[in-house]
Nanobody, 126 residues
Framework: QVQLVESGGGWVQAGGSLRLSCAAS????????MGWFRQAPGKEREFVAT????????AYADSVKGRFTISRDNAKNMVYLQMSSLKPEDTAVYYC???????????????????WGQGTQVTVSS
């Protein structure tokens, strides 16, 4: 049974930073692409960042490029999202996700991710 548990969300002023963490269990973590998505009230869940199984390749949504950094520690079964220069429009519930199939490349397509965490709230005040 795959489990993804996010932590690190909270309230921060615009311009500040937060680091989200996601602990994974249930499958061989290093075999799977991981991603971060977010969902603001009244909006669709959208792609934020993705990282390859070995951590070499990453991709970001244009809205966060240069401000957010995704990383992973395969020894600890963890994936992280370092968020800097936060803006009020970054306010959302942030979800960690694991790609359904092993040994695939990075993707921003929500439907390619088969497992999701419960989400962690990030609120950025102006």
């Amino acid at each position: 049974q795959v489990q993804l548990v996010e932590s690190g969300g909270g309230w921060v002023q615009a311009g500040g930073s937060l680091r989200l963490s996601c602990a994974a269990s249930g499958r061989t973590f290093s075999n799977y692409v991981m991603g971060w998505f977010r969902q603001a009230p009244g909006k669709e869940r959208e792609f934020v960042a993705t990282i390859s199984s070995g951590g070499v390749n990453t991709a970001y949504a244009d809205s966060v490029k240069g401000r957010f950094t995704i990383s992973r520690d395969n020894a600890k079964n963890m994936v992280y999202l370092q968020m800097s220069s936060l803006k009020p429009e970054d306010t959302a519930v942030y979800y960690c996700a694991q790609r359904a199939l092993a040994w695939r490349g990075i993707t921003s397509t929500r439907g390619e991710y088969g497992y999701w965490g419960q989400g962690t709230q990030v609120t950025v005040s102006s």
